[in-house]
């Protein structure tokens, strides 16, 4: 066999930092050094009980088998009811494909949408991954800087002057994910009238959803029928590991997209698919008490690292994040990151793992306990109080 040479375009895909900083972490602890984790944007809570009961249940149903390539027809319909009584639109079920999490949700839409060489729009700072699933299908970034007096959000001129014949869409994420900041309704509008006006999708990443403090989320889907909507179970309903997502599109694409599930992923856990359903219908009393618990922590956190000097001009109010400008301390944040890691055993991504506009800040996760999160945060202003 000749030397290994993995394909061209894995070429593009850069590493996902948070998770080499996590299995680092992993590494630490399994030398007996305890880590607080601030890296990680999973929910600490237990999945509600009653999710994993209409889990169990399902198993003593037997109901194993393959479901409809978009999804169980239950799942469908509840994630239907579920948008039209919190935004109050209309969906079908034919509209909705139900993934083994968003992510190859993400996958099957770029594949559907992009040829090589077109254009997705994005900002800068971002969740890595978008990026990295636009170049894979053979797309192209078309990156639209965002900054901290602006509160991280797009300006109409900016995303205008990104648009070309070969613009695919507009990607938005609302709570976003490194900022937890939320996309005001007149954002939003801007951003639909601009696709609009343009003919092009807007690309909404719903995932945070439900975990917000202050205002309110509002979905695309009230603003524009011409949209793909990504969502999940992960965050809201702490079901990282049980993988369950769902992508909603139009009409006129839902074919091509059942067409890549039934040959790349057959249908989504049938099992998880029911325990999803029961999380819409049944699990609001226990979101609702964990987005409590959170806002306490975002509160606690906020406070601490102001007083530590971290430059933070936007409160974050959305998903469970504070994206903190950490630049009079390094324009490096990966060697901070590493060093804070290493000297404190406080673990925080850096910001560049989000784009070169990240670059120089820190994102740090209040998915953790209080009393966690003090003693993270304790360690981390005595390793301030002794850098150089």
Known sequence: MKAFKPAERTKEITPFIVMEILEKIHAMEAAGIDVVHMEIGEPDFETPACIKQAAMAAFDSKETSYTHS?????????????????????????????????????????????????????????????SNFIKFTGGIPAVV????????????????????????????????????????????????????????????????????????????????????????????FAMTGLRLGYLIAPPACMRPLQVLQQNFFISANSIIQIAGTKALESAEPDTLEMKKIYNQRREYMLKRLKEMGFGISVEPTGAFYIFANARHLSQDSYALALDILEKAHVGVTPG?????????????????????????LDRLENYLKTKP
Request: aromatic share 12%.
């Open 145 to 236: 800087p965002v900054y901290e007096d602006q509160g991280f959000q797009f300006t109409p001129e900016a995303i205008q002057e990104k648009i070309s014949p070969k613009t695919k869409g507009i990607f938005i994420n609302s709570p976003s994910n490194p900022t937890g900041n939320l996309m005001p309704e007149n954002k939003m509008q801007e951003i639909a009238d601009i696709a609009r006006e343009n003919q092009i999708p807007v690309i909404s990443d719903e995932i945070y959803h439900g975990l917000v403090y202050r205002g309110e989320a509002r979905s695309i889907l009230e603003f524009t029928d011409d949209a793909f909507v990504f969502n999940g179970f992960s965050k809201l």
């Open 352 to 376: 560049i793992d989000f784009g070169t506009n990240g670059e120089g800040y820190l994102r740090f996760s209040y998915a953790n306990s209080l009393e966690n999160l003090e003693k993270g």
């Open 70 to 130: 978009l999804g169980d027809i239950r799942l469908r319909k509840a994630i239907c009811a579920y948008y039209k009584k919190k935004y109050k639109v209309d969906i079908s079920p034919d509209q909705i494909i139900v993934t083994s999490g968003t992510s190859p949700a993400m996958l099957l839409l770029f594949s559907v949408l992009i040829n090589p060489g077109d254009e997705i729009i994005i900002s800068d700072p971002h969740y890595p991954c978008y």
